[in-house]
């Protein structure tokens, strides 16, 4: 018998790697809404159309993730990804639960393209069809709702730490 590899089958199995304890249960975490910021789509006139909280995906990690696994989203609530520089971007609705309206932004904060009820675990790609450098996640039937066009701006703040 080789030692050496029961002993590293062993510690694997010490260490979690490796074994599967009798009874163990994983238990998911939900995923909460956490506050970075606040954002107000506007008409071209500078009239508010609605003031939100966001959630902000910058790192790669965040924009890969987006809102994927969450079970809901508030109202006035929604994640805002940025990107480094303007580029044609599409999104799709792997692993996401809830149906979304996806807005996408040029570096002059104008929107620039709109895809409207996404539909969730669908996995069709939704490009922007012109270069954004931001894009917008809210809940599906909210562009219609609040009457959100192209042509439409966005201001943003962020929160510092």
């Given at each position: 018998m080789n030692y050496t590899i029961v002993s590293i089958a062993l510690f694997l199995c010490v260490m979690g790697a490796g074994c599967k304890k009798e009874?163990?249960?994983?238990?998911?975490?939900?995923?909460t809404f956490t506050k970075e910021g606040e954002l107000w789509i506007l008409k071209p006139s500078g009239d508010t159309i609605q003031?939100?909280?966001i959630e902000i995906a910058a790192s790669e990690y965040e924009t890969?993730?987006?809102?994927?696994?969450?079970?809901?989203?508030?109202?006035?609530?929604?994640?805002?990804?940025?990107?480094?520089?303007?580029?044609?971007q599409?999104?799709?609705?792997?692993?996401?639960?809830?149906?979304?309206?996806?807005?996408?932004?040029?570096?002059?904060?104008?929107?620039?393209?709109?895809q409207e009820n996404a539909k969730p675990l669908?996995?069709?790609?939704?490009?922007?069809?012109?270069?954004?450098?931001?894009?917008l996640e809210i809940n599906a039937g909210?562009?219609?709702?609040?009457?959100?066009?192209?042509?439409d701006q966005i201001v943003y703040d962020t929160f510092s730490e």
């Open positions: 009874g163990a249960k994983i238990t998911p975490t939900a995923i003031r939100m909280d890969q993730t987006g809102l994927m696994y969450r079970k809901s989203m508030e109202q006035e609530q929604g994640m805002l990804f940025i990107t480094e520089k303007m580029r044609k599409s999104f799709y609705m792997k692993n996401t639960l809830i149906p979304l309206d996806i807005i996408y932004i040029d570096d002059a904060l104008r929107i620039v393209s709109i669908d996995e069709t790609p939704l490009p922007s069809g012109v270069p954004a450098q931001y894009t909210l562009v219609a709702a609040w009457g959100i066009v192209v042509g």
